[in-house]
Nanobody, 124 residues
Framework: QVQLAESGGGSVRAGESLRLSCAVS????????VAWFRQAPGKEREGVAA???????NYVDSVKGRFTISKDNAKKTLYLQMNNLQPEDTAMYYC??????????????????WGQGTQVTVSS
């Protein structure tokens, strides 16, 4: 059983930055995909960024150039550096993991392990 716990959310103004962290209960080795998702009120859960098991990184178009996903295997931690935040980035952010070679970022039901979420609010 994989457990995940997010931290680092908060309230910021447009143009500011936040770094989210996700503590994972297992070593994020080559047999796991990891990702960040977000869900705004009234909207479907959306994939933000993923690291596939081979190291390939995927981003949703709306965050390319602003967000960076990374992981520290030794610390068993996943990160999401978010720069130039905008009001449309306001959402609950979740980290997710799946024991697979590839897990599609655009299909959240494919991901089996989830954290509880951390809220990010961006004001204009």
């Amino acid at each position: 059983q994989v457990q995940l716990a997010e931290s680092g959310g908060g309230s910021v103004r447009a143009g500011e930055s936040l770094r989210l962290s996700c503590a994972v209960s297992v070593v994020i080795g080559s047999n796991y995909c990891v990702a960040w998702f977000r869900q705004a009120p009234g909207k479907e859960r959306e994939g933000v960024a993923a690291i596939q098991s081979d190291g390939t990184v995927n981003y949703v178009d709306s965050v390319k150039g602003r967000f960076t996903i990374s992981k520290d295997n030794a610390k068993k931690t996943l990160y999401l550096q978010m720069n130039n935040l905008q009001p449309e980035d306001t959402a609950m952010y979740y980290c997710a993991a799946e024991n697979a070679e590839f897990t599609p970022l655009y299909h959240w039901p494919s991901w089996g392990y989830w954290g509880q979420g951390t809220q990010v609010t961006v004001s204009s």
